[in-house]
């Protein structure tokens, strides 16, 4: 027997303890929602619920084992019967039974992300004429239809809300996902959005399979109800259509996905759609001291749309957090470097420390001081600044002019040609390795001989490239960056990465730092030299002390951290600029500074530069976020709290 009064506290027990109906469970961060999942699973069936009547929906294999493994432990009983995992393995147990009935045989095979891609690029070749020259990629247009189908939108719709620059090419866009549709069909694959729409299709047009599992599941819950997509919401009420014993957790404070397809509004109107619902709140917080706490209730207040809640603290009081207002972006980085070495003297572990920004692009500095300073580091949100593409692209157009003879380079840039493949980029370096100067040797028309006609649009168009820089050597960095995604590359980047926006962004920035060398081989040197320490320190996290986290606050929901460090909390940066021209940007990008705020156990430290170098302007003024301004002041009109009145602020 489960001792419910000692395992729980009253919040969560009288959420495990509820005997059923619509109930939506508000957990705020670090308030046991797992455990308060668990729990609840187990009294069900504690109190005679057969295992194989309970569907239990969560967004991660992880998370769905580990509650199973739980589960097991409290109540000792078979769970192989139990319908839990991701809302894809469900879909996926679903369709092996009655995948005829939407289209497929049984024996259906899944493909992963690569052989999408794949498939959607022999589709483009096969129904678009001239394809390559017209139409993005395989991942683009990949990501545009899944997009498409999680949010329920027409292509259309979904290219004029997140592709705008797609909306000359519809019509062949159309014609693809299309045939990509007949293929799968034909091929009897499925990719992992056909999981979802098919397992809908199935219930939604199906009244005899509907009835058999709606049937079946005595009760249905769901974790991070606030994540689902208009596709997983239908699920989950049709499976809960005639029993209605369903159980949604998640925290609408926390709803910070909405460019990957997540629906806001199925757990703001959750309610609206089961009027007798009935609604818990987890409130007491087990993560973080009263005095971050304290600032993260603030930090949400001015959020409308929202279920009011305010965290409480289970820890004694702790450290104040700390506003650092440095005098510029380098100082900012020196600041967090020199707090992470005082903090591993006295106690704390690389690995026990975040550094959680917005966008990736604002961890160059950063990632540079770290590394200059031998402090070990992962990052979770991708690849070191200057090991992803895009960057490794644009450095190597620089690296041709600063050093001609530089073949990995070569290779690189000529790579990214239109029409021209593996052998001919062979064929060309071969001949220009023959060269005192290659770069001299391939501006000349000779080169063009070197090619076949369909190929030769694209190489002349970077012989025109690079006697642009060349002609520019003696401006500074970032004008030849412009030169380099003006002859070409910003178009490229948008037909090969579904993410071209960010991908710029980082360019732009690199714009930045680049100011401060003289010449492209200063620049060049120095990145050079910077990438080699960082590959050195690789064994300095082998001692056993770990890593200090760098990520995106997408990257870092669900965790935690003793120690964590956001940067750059500048109007433009946190929020950020561009997610300000949606409507509801404002509120989601207030919900993602609470995310980052709430992921601080024990010290929580919030950067802002007092100046920011801009190309072409100088040095201008930065103005604070307007989340500081609203956790400080009293003139919103909007506050409902007074301002926050705990925290330190260090000035350099």
């Given at each position: ?271 609206e759609k089961y009027p007798d619902c009935k609604i818990f709140k987890l409130e007491e917080n087990y993560r973080s001291t009263p005095e971050i706490l304290h600032m993260a209730n603030l930090s949400i207040k001015n959020n409308e749309r ?81 090991e992803q593409a895009h960057i490794k692209d644009v450095t190597s157009y620089l690296r041709i002019v600063a050093s001609p003879g530089d073949e990995m380079a070569w290779r690189r840039v000529l790579g990214l040609c239109h029409r021209i ?5 062979e064929r060309i370096w071969t001949w220009l390795a023959g060269h005192e100067d290659p770069l001299a040797a391939f501006l000349d028309e000779a080169t063009r001989k070197k090619v076949g006609a369909a190929a030769r649009p694209g190489l ?193």
């Amino acid at each position: 027997m489960i001792d419910y009064d000692r395992e729980l506290n009253e919040e969560q027990r009288r959420v495990v303890l509820e005997p059923g109906g619509p109930l939506l469970v508000i957990a705020g961060a670090g308030s046991g929602k797992t455990r308060t999942l668990t729990y609840r699973v187990a009294r069900l069936i504690d109190s005679g619920c057969p295992p194989g009547r309970i569907a239990l929906a969560t967004f991660t294999n992880k998370a769905a084992r580990s509650m199973m493994s739980r589960v097991a432990d409290l109540t000792s009983a078979d769970l192989s019967r139990l319908w839990g995992g991701t809302f894809h393995h469900l879909a996926h147990r679903s369709l092996r039974a009655h995948a005829p009935r939407v289209g497929y045989k049984n024996d259906f095979v899944i493909i992963d992300a690569d052989d999408a891609r794949q498939l959607v690029r022999r589709c483009v070749a096969e129904t678009v004429e001239n394809a390559r020259a017209i139409i993005p990629r395989g991942e683009v247009l990949r990501d545009v239809i899944s997009f498409a189908r999680n949010t329920d939108r027409s292509l259309e719709e979904a290219i004029d809300v997140r592709f705008p620059y797609l909306a000359p090419v519809l019509e062949a866009v159309v014609t693809v996902a299309q045939h990509y549709d007949q293929e799968k069909k034909r091929l009897n694959v499925m990719d992992f959005d056909d999981l979802l729409i098919n397992w809908r299709r199935l219930l939604a047009e199906h009244e005899d399979v509907l009835a058999g599992y709606a049937e079946r599941f005595l009760h249905v819950l769901v974790d991070e109800y606030q994540d689902t997509n208009a596709v997983q919401a239908d699920i989950t009420d049709l499976l809960a259509s005639r029993r209605r014993n369903l159980m949604v957790v998640g925290d609408d404070a926390q709803c910070i996905y909405a460019f990957r397809g997540a629906n806001y509004a199925n757990i703001l109107k959750f309610p609206e759609k089961y009027p007798d619902c009935k609604i818990f709140k987890l409130e007491e917080n087990y993560r973080s001291t009263p005095e971050i706490l304290h600032m993260a209730n603030l930090s949400i207040k001015n959020n409308e749309r929202q279920f009011e809640k305010s965290l409480r603290a289970v820890r004694p009081r702790g450290v104040p957090p700390v506003l650092v207002k440095p005098r510029n972006v380098q100082m900012q980085a020196e600041f967090v470097a020199q707090r992470i070495i005082e903090l591993v003297g006295a106690g704390y572990c690389p690995g026990e420390m975040a550094i959680l920004y917005r966008a990736h692009f604002h961890s160059l500095e950063l990632q540079l001081e770290l590394t200059r300073r031998g402090i070990p580091f992962t990052i979770r949100s991708g690849i070191r600044f200057f090991e992803q593409a895009h960057i490794k692209d644009v450095t190597s157009y620089l690296r041709i002019v600063a050093s001609p003879g530089d073949e990995m380079a070569w290779r690189r840039v000529l790579g990214l040609c239109h029409r021209i493949g593996r052998q001919t980029v062979e064929r060309i370096w071969t001949w220009l390795a023959g060269h005192e100067d290659p770069l001299a040797a391939f501006l000349d028309e000779a080169t063009r001989k070197k090619v076949g006609a369909a190929a030769r649009p694209g190489l002349t168009a970077l012989q025109e490239l690079l006697a642009a820089l060349g002609a520019a050597e003696g401006a500074d960095l970032g004008t030849s960056l412009e030169t380099i995604l003006q002859g070409g590359y910003e178009s490229y980047l948008k037909s090969a990465y579904p993410d071209a926006v960010q991908r710029l962004e980082d360019i732009g920035q690199l714009a930045v730092f680049a100011a401060r060398f003289s010449t492209p081989a200063e620049f060049l040197r120095e990145m050079a030299l910077l990438t080699g320490i960082g590959e050195e320190g690789e064994d300095l996290a082998e001692t056993g002390e770990g890593r200090v986290t760098m990520s995106t606050i997408h990257q870092a929901k669900g965790l935690e951290w003793p120690v964590v460090f956001i940067p750059w909390c500048a109007e433009g940066m946190l929020p950020l600029g561009r997610a300000l021209t949606d409507p509801e940007g404002v509120e989601e990008e207030r919900r993602l500074f609470y995310v980052a705020v709430t992921r601080a156990k024990d010290e929580l430290y919030l950067c802002c530069p007092a100046v920011e170098y801009r190309r072409g302007v100088g040095y201008v003024t930065v103005k604070s976020s307007r989340f500081i301004a609203e956790l400080t002041s009293t003139a919103s009109p909007t506050r409902r709290a007074r301002p926050y009145e705990h925290w330190r602020v260090e000035e350099d």
